[in-house]
């Protein structure tokens, strides 16, 4: 089946720097990732949206020079939090789809990156 | 608020059955899913079921779907230990955009 991968699982980094969190599909193609945010508790957030080559969508509320999206191959989307507090600590996980032969919006996960800013 | 929402807590004895419930707002979603959630790791899709179907079952999982109450549910059978998670429904609509609700957090106990 699809397999998406995070890395790192996790992270701890001081505040005001910057943290790369990669996302990967293994062995298929992603024309669209997406990138999530969880608070304890509650649902998934939508961040953006990314589809390789181009600019990403960011959802209302959601700073873009802060949330930095690459998406610079169909295997591989990058979100870069910079200068983090610890107001974004949080469980980030991306998603990437595939057109399935269905053509359906089927989503699959990586396992997340927890994020925590000291 | 939730345009999905769900009950937050189920609890229930290894061996019974579980009956996940999710209502959704939005009557042009096209598929509706079910995802499940095991700590500090990422979503597993579960099953998915289209909007024009009333109901599929795959193994111990039976989605039901009521259109007209825009409600949809997820029944584990012979619910086990290892099905303790937290179970999201979501409904998209198109082709970029997916809804979460809130989470069920399963409980089984022995």
């Known amino acids: 089946g699809a397999v998406v991968s995070q890395h790192p699982s996790w992270v701890i980094c001081k505040s005001g720097t910057s943290v790369k969190i990669e996302c990967r599909s293994l062995?298929?193609?992603?024309?669209?990732m997406f990138w999530y945010r969880q608070f304890p508790k509650q649902s998934l957030m939508l961040m953006a949206t990314?589809?390789?080559?181009?600019?990403?969508?960011?959802e209302q509320g959601v700073e873009k020079d802060k949330f930095l999206i690459n998406h610079a191959s169909l295997t591989l989307s990058t979100l870069t939090v910079t200068s983090a507090h610890p107001e974004d600590s949080s469980f980030y996980i991306c998603?990437?789809?595939?057109?399935?032969?269905?053509?359906?919006?089927?989503?699959?996960f990586g396992p997340g990156t927890r994020l925590t800013v000291l | 608020g939730e345009d999905v929402e769900q009950s937050l807590f189920l609890s229930v004895r290894e061996g019974d059955s579980s009956v996940i419930n999710c209502t959704y707002t939005?009557?042009?979603?096209?598929?509706l899913y079910w995802y499940k959630q095991e700590p500090g790791a990422g979503l597993q899709l579960l099953t998915y079921?289209?909007?024009?179907?009333d109901m599929k079952q795959d193994q111990r999982l039976t989605v039901l779907l009521n259109k007209k109450d825009k409600h949809l549910s997820l029944r584990i059978a012979d619910t086990q230990t290892g099905d303790s998670a937290i179970y999201f429904c979501?409904?998209?609509?198109?082709?970029?955009?997916?809804?979460f609700g809130a989470g069920t957090r399963l409980t089984v106990k022995p």
């Open positions: 998603s990437a789809r595939e057109l399935g032969v269905w053509g359906g919006n089927e989503q699959f």
């Open positions: 079921i289209f909007s024009n179907m």
């Open positions: 939005d009557s042009s979603s096209t598929y």
């Open positions: 979501a409904e998209s609509f198109n082709n970029n955009d997916m809804r």
């Open positions: 062995d298929f193609q992603a024309t669209t």
């Open positions: 990314s589809n390789e080559g181009s600019k990403a969508t960011y």
